[in-house]
Each structure stands twice: as structure tokens, then as C-alpha cells.
């Protein structure tokens, strides 16, 4: 099994993001959506951090200094993920580009954030997540197993 922590849209609450983290130790990877690259920075060579893989894009409110990419396309134990911060997508205004941009990528998890509501969905053999703002207290959780794909949304325990 591989296990997927998925944050997004800290906005400068880096101890919510480390809360996260410490309460999802078992995580192999962390998928961070953008809109508080300063806050993954700031904890990213702590020993929360050690060993585990970081995956991260950057977001419409991370400005011109961030050297994360727009979109990155990732392979976990064997799923293709576009992994995104949803902006250029225009999830606010609903989800046909957001597939249709995944889909020329094949990927069958699709992880997004910007609009701060926690949201999963499986459609047609694909899985779409939104973990919701790691400053708003949520989460996401990715379990690939061979049996499948689970996606959930959880609040930070404080």
C-alpha cells in the first residue's frame, strides 16, 4: 500500500500543515497544491519531513518567487496522478476543464485545490480530490492498494 497526504492553500499557516504531517506519519508521500510554498519551505528539512517523498505545485497566491511548477504529472505504485493547484483549471467554476486537461495525461487520479472545499469524486475509472485548506483544519488521504484507490478528506486533529 502507498499512502498519499494531500495539502493545499495553507496561506501562512505553516503549524496546521506541520499538525497534518505529524498526525499523518504513516504517509509515504506528500502532495502539497499550492498557495503556501513559504510554509512547505519553512518545514521541509524538519524530521517530520525525513524520508518521505514531497511532491508540490505552485498556486495562483504564491507569486512570481516560487520556483514550484504550475502542474506536475506523477506516477504512485503504478497510478498516473495530475496533480495541480486547480487555478488555470478554473475549478471555481466547475470541473469539464480540470478532466479534460487530466485526461490528455492519462491520469487516473486527479488531486487539486484552490477553491478551499474539501470535494472526492470517482467518475468513469477516474478518481478526483480536493483535500480542502489545511488552513480551514482539512486534509486529504490517498490509499493505493492493490485492491484499489480510496480518497478521503479529514480534519486536522488539533
Known amino acids: ?12 499557516d505553516y503549524i496546521s500543515m506541520k499538525m497534518a504531517i505529524d498526525n499523518t506519519r504513516d504517509a509515504d508521500v506528500i502532495v502539497f497544491l499550492g498557495d503556501g510554498a513559504l510554509d512547505l519551505e519553512a518545514i521541509k528539512n524538519t524530521p517530520l519531513l525525513s524520508g518521505k517523498k514531497i511532491v508540490a ?3 495562483n497566491c ?12 506523477e506516477e504512485f505504485a503504478g497510478v498516473r496522478t495530475y496533480c495541480t493547484h486547480g487555478h488555470t483549471e478554473m475549478v471555481k467554476y466547475g470541473y469539464q476543464k480540470l478532466i479534460e486537461a487530466a485526461s490528455s495525461y492519462n ?12 470535494y472526492t469524486h470517482y467518475e468513469d475509472g477516474v478518481y478526483m480530490m480536493n ?28
Open 1 to 12: 500500500m502507498m499512502r498519499l497526504l494531500v495539502l493545499s492553500d495553507s496561506h501562512s
Open 57 to 59: 505545485v505552485r498556486g
Open 62 to 73: 504564491d507569486g512570481s518567487f516560487c520556483s514550484y511548477p504550475k502542474l506536475a504529472i
Open 107 to 118: 491520469a487516473r487520479l486527479i488531486l487539486f485545490g484552490h477553491t478551499h472545499t474539501p
Open 131 to 158: 483535500p480542502g485548506s489545511v488552513r480551514e483544519n482539512s486534509c486529504g488521504i490517498v490509499d493505493i492498494t492493490e485492491n484499489g484507490i480510496m480518497c478521503y478528506t479529514k480534519k486536522i486533529v488539533q
